[in-house]
Nanobody
């Protein structure tokens, strides 16, 4: 069964840090760009960050640039999102998603296209 599983969410105080993990089972992430998305209560889902498997390029939403860092460990079949300087506006359910890259050409961030697989999400709450 092909699936993505997020972990590392939780409650953190403003200014704190969390690291989210996205682990894949049933397939290798080596051929997939991985994106992190989030959906806050009452808001639409938005893209947070993306990392390409082919180029290694990373992409960030303006709201998280300089605070969040995406990385991948192909040996562990996992992708991470290090989140620093968290604020209440970062409270959301965070999802990871994968999109296949080989043979496909994407303009800009591959994560702006329709993703192939989605995790079920991890809740991040930033509150004092």
């Amino acid at each position: 069964q092909l699936q993505l599983v997020e972990s590392g969410g939780g409650l953190v105080q403003p200014g704190g840090s969390l690291r989210l993990s996205c682990a894949a089972s049933g397939f290798s992430l080596n051929y997939y760009a991985i994106g992190w998305f989030r959906q806050a209560p009452g808001k639409e889902r938005e893209g947070v960050s993306c990392i390409s498997s082919e180029t290694g390029n990373t992409y960030y939403a303006d709201s998280v640039k300089g605070r969040f860092t995406i990385s991948r460990d192909n040996a562990k079949n996992a992708v991470y999102l290090q989140m620093n300087g968290l604020g209440p506006e970062d409270t959301a359910v965070y999802y990871c998603a994968a999109i296949y890259e080989p043979g496909n050409h994407y303009w800009g961030s591959p994560c702006t296209y329709t993703m192939d697989y989605w995790g079920k999400g991890a809740l991040v709450t930033v509150s004092s």
